[in-house]
């Protein structure tokens, strides 16, 4: 009995992260309808499961249900973002503070090769690909604080997250945000909790004053 519902708990995770994976790359796009029998099919499984996820994913605020019109890849609005940047600079500015003493050579050589990452993606011209660098870049930081709950609270932002970054697209330079990366990374090799801390809170801030600019720009 343990073993089927074993088998369902991981099924569940398995869709939940592919369904993830998927609106943070845009194959699932703002509006966009998950259809429960199309999942299943490709998954090869039945519907319960990929139902159990999509409600998993609606707590996180990923997805959106309504009667009789199944899920649906949630829109982030103006507002949401202007509430959403403090938020994120708070955690980030703890996750700061217990990642410098916790970061490991390696994981420094992670958050090296997602600022290259970004650098390619500048000169590419691929906001897409820098926004999935960007983010990686930050979750590693936040996954080196050793917290699950902070860790937990920041996946679940990550839909704003992305669409902090988007909102800036048509007015921004992908160069000049690759190298915002760079003070974040360079507190991170001293290994200073006061000096991360400050430099993941600077980071996120100027990205949310610049949002609340070009959404007072368009008069929204």
Excluded: C
Excluded at 149 to 162: G, I, K, P, Y
Excluded at 199 to 216: C, D, N
């Amino acid at each position: 009995m343990p073993r089927p519902a074993g088998r369902t708990v991981l099924l569940r995770d398995a869709i939940k992260e592919r369904i993830v994976e998927r609106i943070l790359d845009g194959t699932y796009g703002p509006g966009e309808r998950i259809v429960e029998s199309a999942v299943a099919a490709e998954f090869g499984v039945s519907q319960a499961p990929v139902r159990e996820a999509l409600r998993d994913l609606e707590a996180m605020r990923f997805v959106e249900s309504q009667p009789h019109r199944g899920a649906r890849v949630r829109e982030v609005t103006g507002e949401e973002l202007v509430q959403i940047y403090p938020v994120r600079a708070a955690l980030e500015e703890v996750a700061g503070r217990a990642a410098a003493p916790r970061i490991t050579e390696a994981e420094l050589v992670l958050l090296g090769d997602e600022l290259a990452g970004m650098r390619r993606a500048a000169r590419a011209g691929d906001l897409h690909a820098l926004m999935v660098h960007d983010t990686r870049f930050h979750e590693i930081i936040v996954e080196a604080s050793g917290n699950q709950v902070l860790l937990d609270v920041w996946r679940s932002l990550r839909v704003e997250a992305r669409s902090l970054v988007s909102a800036l697209k048509s007015h921004s330079d992908l160069h000049a945000i690759a190298e915002l990366h760079r003070p974040v990374l360079q507190a991170v090799e001293f290994r200073d909790p006061e000096l991360l801390g400050k430099e993941m809170r600077a980071h996120i801030e100027f990205f949310g004053a610049s949002v609340i600019g070009h959404l007072g720009g368009a008069g929204t």
